[in-house]
């Protein structure tokens, strides 16, 4: 998308990216995950306005999407994709896949991220729904 900008999140974020999450129906809490030195989180906007944002954690072997939530208005306009090559471009030898959750439910997500030639190599089964871990490894 033409004029999109991915930048750090700034506490002046915090209400519109809260006010996303809860549209969405999930709950993050911000401020005990913002204290965390390897979580980060990266906001889109357009024209000023905060339409999407992405937490993620560095591990030493890889990234993990932890959330990424794009307003709906702004949803199927390459906000979320521009994340995603943000992480992709971020992988090295050291760090060399970038890894997603995604429930078996969301196949919105699924295809998403089969999509951006992501795969699905795991299942995770909890008790009241299952996660597909979804990956995208480094070409060597």
Excluded at 12 to 40: C, N, T, Y
Excluded at 113 to 129: G, H, Q, T, W
Aim: net charge positive; hydrophobic share 45%.
């Amino acid at each position: 998308m033409e004029g999109l900008n991915i930048r750090w999140m700034v506490s002046g974020d915090l209400d519109r990216i809260g006010a996303m999450s809860e549209r969405s129906g999930v709950k993050i809490p911000f401020v005990k995950m913002a204290r965390k030195p390897d979580m980060i989180c990266v906001v889109s906007e357009l024209d000023r306005s905060v339409n999407g944002f992405s937490l993620y954690r560095l591990c030493p072997d890889k990234i993990v999407i932890k959330h990424l939530i794009v307003d709906e208005r702004f949803r199927r306009m390459d906000v979320a994709t521009g994340f995603i090559m943000r992480l992709v471009s971020k992988m090295s030898s050291k760090r060399s896949f970038v890894e997603a959750k995604v429930s078996e439910y969301n196949l919105d997500a699924q295809l998403f991220f089969k999509s951006l030639s992501f795969r699905a190599e795991e299942i995770v089964r909890n008790c009241d729904e299952s996660q597909y871990v979804f990956r995208k490894r480094l070409l060597i």
